[in-house]
T-cell receptor, first 118, second 115 residues
Framework: AQTVTQSQPEMSVQEAETVTLSCTYDTSESDYYLFWYKQPPSRQMILVIRQEAYKQQNATENRFSVNFQKAAKSFSLKISDSQLGDAAMYFCAYRSAAGGTSYGKLTFGQGTILTVHP | ETGVTQTPRHLVMGMTNKKSLKCEQHLGHNAMYWYKQSAKKPLELMFVYNFKEQTENNSVPSRFSPECPNSSHLFLHLHTLQPEDSALYLC??????????????FGPGTRLTVL
């Protein structure tokens, strides 16, 4: 079974600065997808960025980028030019690319609470 | 707004009550999910439905009973719950065609308190 670990329960950053959230995972599969989700205090979970394991290029979405290290099974999220609206709980998630009954299942990490200081 | 709605947003119920949570998605997806989010714990996947068929039940107690009448609607029927069932219940949906790379889309959740 896959597991996802976020070792930082809480992180803080100054507005306009850069912060990196860590995520590691364990899997025996070679094809899978990784995601970062953001859950603001309003509780609506929002997809921030995704990475396909077969792509070596790191995904980027505006101020959000990932550092995907497949061999190390590491998937960190970098937030540049942090804004007050970035304050939220961030979840790393894994999804197998295989079909069958496991199709669609996301395995989440424990989450990291990000605080942004003005 | 992600196209997934949940009602009610807040629910307080006694242990002997019967209530239902509703989820509706307007995204044309064919897979729907129920998650439980408790404080200081990872999200727990409860049920998965693909094309209205339940494909996963993660050892959820029978006091939680899901229902998926069509691909757009998902219910979670609750009866004789325990205080430890108090949590945020999240619904999500995803496409099945090319869906793996697109992830899941979540509703705002129902905050459930069991007295």
């Amino acid at each position: 079974a896959q597991t996802v670990t976020q070792s930082q329960p809480e992180m803080s950053v100054q507005e306009a600065e850069t912060v990196t959230l860590s995520c590691t995972y364990d899997t025996s599969e070679s094809d899978y997808y990784l995601f970062w989700y953001k859950q603001p205090p309003s509780r609506q979970m929002i997809l921030v960025i995704r990475q396909e394991a077969y792509k070596q290029q790191n995904a980027t979405e505006n101020r959000f980028s990932v550092n995907f290290q497949k061999a190390a099974k590491s998937f960190s999220l970098k937030i540049s030019d942090s804004q007050l609206g970035d304050a939220a709980m961030y979840f790393c998630a894994y999804r197998s690319a295989a079909g069958g009954t496991s199709y669609g299942k996301l395995t989440f990490g424990q989450g990291t609470i990000l605080t942004v200081h003005p | 707004e992600t196209g997934v709605t949940q009602t009610p947003r807040h629910l307080v119920m006694g242990m002997t009550n019967k209530k239902s949570l509703k989820c509706e998605q307007h995204l044309g997806h064919n897979a729907m999910y129920w998650y439980k989010q408790s404080a200081k714990k990872p999200l727990e996947l409860m049920f998965v439905y693909n094309f209205k068929e339940q494909t996963e039940n993660n050892s959820v107690p029978s006091r939680f009973s899901p229902e998926c009448p069509n691909s757009s609607h998902l219910f979670l029927h609750l009866h004789t719950l325990q205080p430890e069932d108090s949590a945020l219940y999240l619904c999500a949906s995803s496409p099945t065609s090319g869906g793996a790379r697109k992830g899941q889309f979540f509703g705002p959740g129902t905050r459930l308190t069991v007295l």
